[in-house]
């Protein structure tokens, strides 16, 4: 019963919050933050509860649902989803928090808020065909909401083009489920099920996982798939631009591990190195376009590309380490890039601008919100001892150690530590360019960071120095099930 | 599951039970009419949206029971016509409802109207069950002649007028075309109706001159559901004709004109005989056209007409699978179309009223004023748009489905694009009524009777999405009986 609880406790919510008086601002907002509260709470309590060592499906629920096309209500939990479905919750409440500074259209910006929380969450939990699509579509609908009414300047552009881009991946991901559905005997939608059977030849693999590879390549994103990424991510507001970098682009990721890994091994193989050769251009392309911004978000928007990127490389790896970096390193990057699009917020709602070049010695005038910020900055260019150097290496050794064909894997591999030089660079130049120096008089009026904000950041800044220390605490999820899904792949 | 034997007259009646009730209350409103004093008159709507609905009780069994010819063959009462009798007098009702506070129409010759309205609902009612060449033809052209005059109702309104005469145009033409056609069918087979040209079929085979015959009908039929490139009419009729007629004209018609399709194609046309690609491409042109000139609408009425094109598409790619998955998931798809656009012709109407205008760019800040109408709005758009949780998208994966089961990839990937496309002009509308600069100032309030339509479609929205196990059954169930008795 746990997942269903924690997937539907946010709908709830949200239907509450349609009932509650549009006047009532304050009642809605803290209601909000409790709704949030709550489920992040049962998802601590499915982590402490979680039995790291089994590969097994946990906190299982499986019923009927509509027999006649053999659909079922499954929901599940190992290795490869418990740590997104402890993200997400977090990362959810912290931005109801940070969104408590949302003054137009409030009850409507919380009520597609909870409702989105409810996609993300069935993504994860969900191991049906059927189910597992419409959660995945339904976080389309207020994400285009969120970006469309609450978003920046070009907010309508960004939205539209965010519905339709992830709309075209989605659809034609459809088809590749349909075909799943259609050449497994008897039809199926249950995504364990197919993993088992392996009924499939090795072309009509190839095939599908092509198709499934868009609908998730768009969502990740995948070079040349990313284009919505920048504009999304700069017209969202602040705590809408965190669930996307934090959550929304994981659940691409996640699809692949899920689904095509589980489902489609043969073509996981055969496409093992094309989609090295993705990452590589993921790493060194995002952190290129990331250091050419003049925009502070959109740096940190590409800065997802490339993060995501060594996510990817560890995927492509079909290593233990590497793919439970990649595992990681979704946590990771949702932590470090959560806080960082928090902070970019912060100084927006101060400044009311976010160009890189218009600051200058911040650090003198803020120095709670520059020390976080650095933290924050070290953690996502990989120092050693926070949270993004442990994941990121661990995709990087996983990699280099492939043995499906190693000498590939080491040149590219090499290549992509580049990536992790101009990421360091960009970051370094822009902690220059903004907090030293002298400081620029426009900005000796700034009060620094407040209490609001403290509490949506603090606990990521946290976890970033517990991860980076204890990277077990989140890494040790994943290892039982990574180890059952390479067996079930046929590489060691 | 059949009787094997023709019926004779009084089972015959029997059976046709639900349209003789119709048959009664077109006389009843008839009567009424002359004696009611006018202004109480829209008494007429309720009256008859009461008795379509009794009607639609007496129907229900419809859908269980067993296939059979009546009256020399003439028409059959099966599962599958009792299905799209359902769908089409639910539309009926919807309609009537409608009308009631549709402002254009307020004491404007309501009763003649309302009798129209039941006698067209009678006509389709038969076009579904026909099963000669004959009744076919008498049908069609009683239903089209009826709604030639439904949608010219607004005698004073230039557009309404131009819609009719555009409509009755292209339908003579058309009609004559389907005579045509079936002259070459009955000229191959030596009999007009379908128990004989099967058994003239299963005896003889298939000649080039039937399938070219069939081919010519299929222009008939393509003009009823308004099929790409038989499509002309429809824009015009459907932004000039009352918005209560125009809803039923895109759903219970269009209905009826699938019934029609789905059961002579099934009945007279063999497998083997290789007008499937014709078909499939008939649908990817439908669905893409209709899409594309979707994109630059502004008026909702022809927005709206244009999506139904597209939908049309949809249906067709069902249908192209032939086998009774195909079947079911156009039997699925219509009833999620049935539901899905008569919530969004009820909004439309909801607005038309406050601010006389079909414009979409006069819905700017509607979600402002009415949150929650909006919302439920937008959940009819992206059903219509195909997307979860909603019947639309029920629809949707079942026809992909069963194009993809039938080997017909390519055209189930030209169904998904389009669903892309789709959902630029639906979000269109979304984007006036959340985003854009507000015009509306004042909140809308729908009367009971819309807020109703609402309502009953918006819970069969959500329903038949997440609990679908039941219409499932059903439509296997009708599709099963109807391609085991119609079938070759």
Aim: glycine share 8%; hydrophobic share 55%; net charge positive.
């Amino acid at each position: 019963m746990i997942l269903t609880i924690i997937t539907f406790l946010p709908l709830l919510g949200a239907l509450i919050i349609l009932c509650l008086p549009k006047e009532k601002e304050g009642l809605i907002r803290w209601f909000s933050a409790a709704v949030t509260f709550a489920t992040m709470v049962l998802g601590f309590w499915v982590f402490f509860s979680f039995e790291r060592g089994s590969a097994e499906l946990q906190f299982v629920e499986k019923c009927s649902w509509i027999p006649a096309f053999n659909i079922k209500y499954f929901l599940g939990l190992d290795g490869l989803s418990v740590a997104m479905l402890v993200l997400t919750p977090l990362l959810s409440f912290l931005a109801t928090v940070y969104s408590f500074n949302i003054k137009l259209r409030v009850k409507e910006y919380f009520f597609f808020f909870l409702l989105l929380e409810t996609g993300m969450l069935g993504v994860f939990v969900a191991l049906d065909f059927f189910l597992f699509y419409i959660f995945w579509e339904i976080t389309l609908v207020p994400m285009y909401f969120l970006i469309g009414i609450w978003g920046g300047a070009r907010k309508e552009y960004a939205a539209i083009k965010f519905f339709l881009y992830t709309l075209l991946g989605s659809v034609i991901m459809l088809l590749g489920i349909l075909a799943l559905y259609l050449y497994s005997s008897p039809h199926t939608f249950d995504i364990i099920e197919l993993s088992k059977a392996q009924p499939f030849t090795r072309t009509f693999q190839y095939i599908v996982y092509a198709a499934l590879f868009i609908g998730f390549a768009i969502k990740v994103p995948v070079w040349p798939f990313h284009t919505w990424l920048p504009d999304a991510h700069v017209e969202a507001p602040t705590a809408v631009s965190v669930i996307l970098a934090g959550v929304l682009l994981k659940m691409g990721t996640y699809g692949m591990l899920r689904i095509s890994y589980t489902i489609l091994p043969e073509a996981t193989k055969y496409f093992a190195i094309p989609l090295l050769i993705l990452a590589l251009i993921n790493i060194v392309y995002g952190a290129f376009v990331a250091m050419a911004q003049k925009d502070l978000k959109k740096m940190i928007a590409y800065s997802s590309v490339n993060h995501m990127g060594y996510c990817l490389l560890g995927m492509a790896a079909l290593t233990p380490i590497g793919l439970n970096g990649a595992i990681f390193q979704m946590v990771t990057h949702g932590v470090v890039t959560g806080a960082l699009f928090f902070l970019v917020g912060v100084i927006y709602d101060r400044a009311h601008t976010r160009e890189i070049e218009g600051f200058g010695g911040l650090m003198t005038k803020l120095p709670g919100y520059s020390g976080i910020m650095l933290v924050a900055c070290l953690a996502s260019l990989g120092l050693p001892g926070l949270a993004g150097f442990a994941s990121e290496f661990m995709c990087f050794l996983g990699a280099f150690t492939s043995t499906v064909a190693p000498g590939v894997y080491k040149i590219i591999t090499g290549l992509a530590v580049a990536g992790i030089v101009i990421t360091a660079a960009y970051f370094l130049i822009m902690i220059q360019k903004v907090f030293l120096g002298p400081l620029n008089e426009k900005w000796k009026e700034l009060p620094d960071i407040n209490a609001r904000e403290l509490v949506a950041i603090v606990p990521l800044t946290v976890l970033m120095v517990l991860l980076g220390v204890l990277p077990y605490i989140a890494a040790g999820l994943s290892t039982a099930s990574v180890t059952a899904l390479l067996t079930a792949l046929g590489v060691k | 599951m059949f009787r094997t034997l023709p019926l004779n007259i009084s089972q015959g009646l029997a059976a046709l039970t639900p349209e003789l009730l119709v048959l009664g209350l077109a006389f009843l409103i008839i009567a009424a009419d002359l004696l009611m004093p006018p202004r109480r008159k829209k008494r007429l709507l309720d009256l008859a949206a009461f008795g379509l609905l009794v009607c639609f009780i007496f129907t229900l069994p419809g859908i269980f029971q067993p296939a059979g010819y009546i009256f020399n063959n003439m028409l059959v009462v099966d599962p599958f016509s009792g299905f799209f009798k359902l769908i089409i007098l639910a539309s009926a009702v919807f309609m009537l409802l409608m009308s009631r506070d549709y402002k254009p129409l307020e004491n404007n010759k309501t009763g003649e109207y309302t009798a129209l309205v039941v006698l067209v609902t009678l006509g389709m009612m038969l076009m579904a069950g026909a099963s000669d060449l004959l009744m076919l033809f008498l049908s069609i052209e009683f239903v089209s002649l009826i709604f030639f005059v439904l949608v010219g109702f607004l005698r004073h309104d230039v557009k309404s007028s131009e819609g009719a005469v555009k409509y009755f145009l292209l339908g003579a033409f058309s009609s004559a075309v389907f005579v045509y056609g079936a002259s070459f069918l009955v000229g191959a087979a030596g009999a007009s109706n379908f128990a004989s040209i099967q058994r003239h079929l299963n005896e003889y085979g298939v000649s080039p001159l039937f399938i070219v015959g069939l081919l010519i009908m299929l222009v008939g039929f393509g003009f009823k559901i308004a099929l790409v490139p038989f499509h002309m009419w429809a824009p015009d009729a459907y932004e000039g004709a009352p918005t209560p007629v125009t809803a039923f004209l895109s759903v219970a018609s269009k209905a009826a004109g699938v019934a029609v399709l789905v059961r002579t194609f099934i009945s007279l046309l063999p497998e083997n005989a290789n007008v499937n690609l014709i078909l499939a491409i008939l649908a990817a042109l439908t669905m893409t056209v209709g899409n594309l000139v979707a994109l630059t609408q502004n008026n909702v009425k022809r927005l709206l007409a244009y999506s139904g094109i597209a939908h049309v598409g949809y249906i067709m790619t069902g249908f192209i699978a032939y086998g009774v998955f195909g079947i079911q998931s156009v039997l699925i798809y219509t009833l999620a179309y049935l539901f899905t656009n008569m919530g969004a012709f009820a909004f439309a109407i909801a607005i038309y009223n406050k601010t006389g205008s079909d414009d979409i760019r006069d819905y700017a800040g509607l979600s402002l004023v009415n949150p929650l109408l909006s919302f439920v709005f937008f959940i009819f758009l992206i059903s219509l748009a195909g997307i979860p949780p909603t019947a639309g998208f029920l629809g949707k994966l079942l026809v992909l489905g069963a194009a993809l089961d039938s080997g017909y990839a390519w055209l189930a990937v030209i169904g998904v694009l389009n669903s892309v496309v789709a959902l630029y002009f639906y979000a269109r509308i979304a984007y006036y009524m959340y985003f854009a600069e507000p015009r509306l100032r004042e909140e809308l309030k729908p009367s009971g009777a819309l807020k109703l339509i609402m309502a009953v479609s918006l819970f069969f929205v959500l329903f038949i999405c997440l609990f679908p196990e039941k219409i499932i059954n059903i439509t296997g169930q009708v599709a099963g009986i109807l391609r085991a008795f119609n079938g070759l």
